[in-house]
């Protein structure tokens, strides 16, 4: 079955970076395209990119551009999402999730990570 | 960047109860628009797609529909399992943005 597996919690100070990783199994990697989703607490869902492993595109929202880096391991099935230069109001839980293309309909995020929180605090 | 628009933002009602909840966008999208429900700590989770393609497990009380810019999710009969909040998001052209959400109380 597909799973999306996040990495654990994390605290940073402000400053400083954060690597979140997301591994994938159960699918072909390649073919599916992985979205980045934002939620600080008590808050909705914020988009904030997508990475194709078949192409290496990116496309990042403009609030997250060139402070956000999503990267992906194809030995490893794994894509990642760097935030640098981190605030206290990045203090979030980030998804990935799995984007379906559903050709003839419209894409759409079937598969969703645990979510990672990201504390920043000094 | 498209925007999204949910009301209510909130929404009480009762066990049986039928509700709708509706969704605009800030310009035309088609029918790229799908629909997420989220309870407290856990992740999103896809309902509908394509504006009313049901996911495989998604119960048929609920019912997507609308067009270009002007959407509703119906959910025919609430179940006990129904109340967390809903999110429309549009995935016409990047970015991809989701709506405020709208959270079903029980009344």
């Known amino acids: 079955q597909v799973l999306l597996v996040q990495s654990g919690a994390e605290v940073k100070k402000p400053g400083a970076s954060v690597k979140v990783s997301c591994k994938a199994s159960?699918?072909?990697?390649?073919?599916?395209?992985i979205h980045w989703v934002r939620q600080a607490p008590g808050q909705g869902l914020e988009w904030m990119g997508w990475?194709?492993?078949?192409?290496?595109?990116?496309k990042y929202t403009r609030s997250f551009q060139g402070r956000v880096t999503l990267t992906w391991d194809t030995s490893s099935t794994t894509a990642h999402m760097e935030v640098h230069t981190l605030q206290s109001d990045d203090t979030a839980v980030f998804y990935c999730?799995?984007?379906?293309?559903?050709?003839?309909?419209?894409?759409?995020?079937?598969?969703w990570g645990q979510g990672t929180l990201v504390t920043v605090s000094s | 960047d498209i925007q999204m628009t949910q009301s209510p933002s909130s929404l009480s009602a009762s066990i049986g109860d039928r509700v709708t909840l509706t969704c605009r966008a800030s310009?035309?999208?088609?029918?790229?628009l799908n629909w997420y429900q989220q309870k407290p700590g856990r992740a999103p989770n896809l309902l509908i797609y394509?504006?009313?393609n049901l996911q495989g497990g998604v119960p048929s009380r609920f019912r997507g529909s609308g067009s270009e810019t002007d959407f509703t999710l119906t959910i025919s009969s609430l179940q006990p399992e129904d109340f967390a909040t809903y999110y429309c998001?549009?995935?016409?052209?990047?970015?991809?943005?989701f709506g405020q959400g709208t959270k079903l109380e029980i009344k």
């Open positions: 310009q035309y999208i088609g029918i790229y």
């Open positions: 999730a799995r984007e379906n293309p559903s050709v003839g309909a419209s894409p759409n995020l079937d598969f």
């Open positions: 998001q549009q995935s016409y052209s990047p970015p991809h943005t």
């Open positions: 990475v194709n492993p078949r192409t290496g595109d990116t």
């Open positions: 159960g699918y072909t990697f390649f073919d599916y395209h």
């Open positions: 394509g504006t009313y």
